[in-house]
């Protein structure tokens, strides 16, 4: 297990014996996916405004060894292309759009 790995390993451990502690209601997986492109910062965003107690999350590296947020190893469901996250530099990735499936009528309204 690489290092990165161990440390969300070790974080998501420490949540689940904080979870003890802390009532938790509200488990936003993959943020406000159901509503916005998931695992995207407008998705956590909008399920910290719509009440959720914790975020959960997936972390993979790319090719280049950056961290990239994402369910899936995968960017199928975000990007629509069937590339893996390990096969990717980061600038690939940025160059696509994990809200594809989403028109521009789903806008935040600030």
Known sequence: MNNVLKIVTCLVLSMMAYNKVLAIDILAHRGASGEYPQSTTLAFDMALEQGADILEL?????????????????????????????????????????????????????
């Open 58 to 110: 997936d972390i993979h590296l790319s090719k280049d060894q950056f961290i990239i947020i994402n369910h899936d190893a995968d960017l199928k469901k975000n990007a629509g292309v069937s590339d893996k996250i390990e096969d990717l530099t980061l600038g690939e990735i940025k160059a696509l759009d994990a809200g594809y499936e989403f028109t521009l009528d789903v806008v935040v309204q600030t």
